[in-house]
């Protein structure tokens, strides 16, 4: 399994970014993807997750409300949308996938693609 994020860069607070993850490597019919985000000195946090499958999604309190994530299966993309963006966002933003039936779960997944650097600036 391969995944590669991009679309990182540097924004302003009220912003918007959208992140992109290209998924190769076999079929994630049964795999939920997920991002997952780590802050400079901070562990790795859940942001959201979408199932492939039936695109059920999953977020983070922190971010319900203000960031979307989506996925179109005929180009194996998954996306996600950050609007209202604030300077606590800043953080290098991971694409991953799992298996697994928590997605929350930082442990539960399997592989992860090179990170994508945010900046917010205030």
């Known amino acids: 399994v391969q995944l590669q994020a991009s679309g990182g860069g540097l924004v302003q607070a009220g912003g918007s970014l959208r992140l992109s993850c290209a998924a190769s490597g076999r079929t994630f019919i049964t795999y939920t993807m997920g991002w997952i985000r780590q802050a400079p000195g901070k562990e790795r946090e859940f942001v959201a997750a979408?199932?492939?499958?039936?695109?059920?999604?999953f977020y983070a309190d922190s971010v319900e409300g203000r960031f979307t994530i989506s996925r179109d299966t005929a180009k194996n993309m998954v996306y996600l949308q950050m609007n209202s963006l604030k300077p606590e966002d800043t953080a290098v933003y991971y694409c991953a996938a799992t298996t697994g039936g928590r997605p929350q779960k930082i442990l539960a997944y399997d592989y992860w693609g090179q990170g994508t650097l945010v900046t917010v600036s205030s």
């Open positions: 979408i199932t492939w499958g039936f695109g059920t999604t």
